[in-house]
């Protein structure tokens, strides 16, 4: 069974620019979510998708920030127009809707964003 | 506050030794559940070990073992025979119930301890 898979594994861009990154959950799992750790700091939680529908965005920093999940299958991420402090790497997890085992979130293995 | 807190930014262990990564928490949640991942220098992140707060008893696998001590909000990671590959940075998280019954656990974590296995 293929894990979670991130696109791309590493992105240089300059301020202002626009970046998009994608992850493609484990089939199946309905439960997908965007985490951020900014260099030095804790990883934290940006959004929640079940399937297409986002549950919870209140972890995104602000509106340069977009996810989509189209077809509830694999998810984008768009930061539009990025600045310095979007540099740190973004992490993707999924995992099944079962609230009889722990709910493991598989992550995938991130992309690491670095602003100019 | 801080809810999840690691407080050694960095461990030394010799191969072979075990080694306690701590972690305590902080959580008016009767239900949440506690989670160790390991990332090595290539980024990803390995789930280790999970421990749910009405578990009568510590979680082990292989050679991790977590030492839940619920009153004392604390859930030590434990590295028993430490390996050159142990050699990672080790997170600690905690997923709480999700706000009005929705279905998002997401995870809260710690800021990490970068174990290094000395040969």
């Known amino acids: 069974e293929a894990g979670v898979t991130q696109f791309p594994s590493h992105s240089v861009i300059e301020k202002g620019q626009t970046v998009t990154l994608r992850c493609d959950p484990i089939?199946?799992?309905?439960?997908l979510y965007w985490y951020r750790r900014v260099m030095g700091k804790e990883i934290k939680f940006l959004l929640h998708f079940v399937k297409e529908s986002k549950q919870d965005e209140s972890g995104m920093p602000n509106n340069r920030f977009l996810a989509e999940r189209t077809g509830g299958t694999y998810s984008t991420l768009k930061v539009q127009p990025a600045e310095l402090e979007d540099s740190g790497v973004y992490f993707c997890a999924s995992s099944q809707e079962d609230r009889v085992i722990h709910n493991e979130q598989f992550f995938g293995p991130g992309t690491r964003l670095t602003v100019l | 506050a801080q809810k999840i807190t690691q407080t050694q930014p960095g461990m030394f262990v010799q191969e072979k030794e075990a080694v306690t990564l701590d972690c305590t928490y902080d959580t008016s949640d009767p239900s949440y559940g506690l989670f160790w991942y390991k990332q090595p220098s290539s980024g990803e992140m390995i789930f280790l070990i999970y421990?749910?707060?009405?578990?009568?008893q510590n979680a082990t696998e292989g050679r991790y073992s977590l030492n839940f001590q619920k009153a004392r909000k604390s859930a030590n990671l434990v590295i028993s025979a430490s390996q050159l590959g142990d050699s990672a940075m080790y997170f600690c998280a905690m997923r709480e119930a999700p706000a009005g019954g929705g279905s998002n656990y997401k995870l809260t974590f710690g800021k990490g301890t970068l174990l290094t296995v000395n040969p």
């Open positions: 421990q749910g707060s009405y578990d009568q």
């Open positions: 089939s199946g799992h309905d439960n």
